[in-house]
């Protein structure tokens, strides 16, 4: 059985680490407030901007998987979360010269800048502009020059259990519809299936985009939550809405990479997602 750590072990890591202890792995998850996690998943306090605090890392670590979170929408945060973090966790690894067999770095379908309803995958142009994708950028090279067997999965809009940000703009009116734009996503559960199966594969590819089987129009999603909820449906997007969604992106995400390795969806479809989604409130 393998020694995995989960740096920045939140919603997503937990799910990760309930799976892999449940296997019989060693898991701990690093957070500066571990006391929170499942009894399945070792505490491990320590602050990935403070690097002395590291050092509490255990010995002999098989896998790591990088899965921090900013700690707000700043230039500050996403470089301490995306590049500082990684550097400091890759120095310790490489001071005590770990034997590391597999390394993963969890990041975001936000690195891709398209804005016309493009079709995009892991050989599309990441590009994107702004401190927040840039950090990311910066992540994905560290992780993938470190020497170790290294992947990036590159996740689209997270939602699940305690993630139901669509849900709670349906109910209360303010969701804003704007025809023509394309929204990518997966369920926090298959967040965890992915990474599972990759920290599995014999022979991993360098990056994977971590989304669902079905792209689908903002329009089309927020009526359909609409009809569910027998909420009224969403008012037209204004200028501002327009223009902010459109600095956002607009594209189709591929996840082929993922399915021809061997992954199966739990959650194909945002109908299919939700609606489990639904019936746990």
């Not at 002395?52 to 990088?66: C, N, R």
């Not at 005590?96 to 804005?115: H, I, N």
Request: a neutral charge; one cysteine or more.
């Amino acid at each position: 059985m393998a020694r995995i750590v989960i740096a920045g072990c939140g919603d997503v890591g937990t799910a990760l680490g309930l799976r892999l202890a449940a296997e019989g792995h060693e898991v701990w998850g690093l957070k500066r407030n571990p006391h929170t996690l499942p009894k399945a998943i070792r505490p491990l306090a320590a602050d990935l901007s403070r690097p002395e605090s590291l050092t509490a890392l255990p010995k002999g670590i098989d896998q790591l998987v990088y899965a921090a979170a900013a700690g707000g929408y700043t230039p500050e945060n996403y470089h301490m979360a995306y590049v500082d973090g990684v550097r400091h966790v890759l120095a310790l690894l490489a001071q005590r010269a770990e034997p590391l067999q597999r390394l993963v770095f969890v990041s975001s379908s936000s690195v891709y800048g398209q804005t016309a309803g493009e079709w995009v995958d892991e050989d599309s142009p990441a590009d994107a502009q702004g401190f927040a994708p840039e950090s990311l950028r910066t992540g994905e090279y560290c992780i993938l020059q470190s020497g170790y067997s290294a992947s990036v999965v590159r996740f689209a809009g997270i939602y699940g259990p305690g993630r139901t940000y669509l849900i709670r703009q349906v109910q209360s009116g303010q969701a804003r519809c704007e025809p023509g734009l394309y929204t990518n996503r997966i369920h926090r559960d298959d967040c965890a299936g992915v990474l599972h199966h990759v920290l599995g594969l014999p022979e991993p590819a360098p990056i994977y985009l971590g989304v669902d089987s079905h792209p689908a129009l903002q329009c089309e999603v927020l009526e359909w939550l609409a009809g569910v909820l027998e909420c009224p449906a969403p008012v037209p997007a204004t200028a501002s809405d327009r223009d902010r969604n459109r600095a956002r992106s607009n594209k189709r995400c591929r996840n082929q990479r993922l399915l021809a390795s061997g992954w199966t969806p739990t959650y194909p479809d945002y109908r299919l997602g939700y609606r489990a989604v639904l019936d746990t409130l």
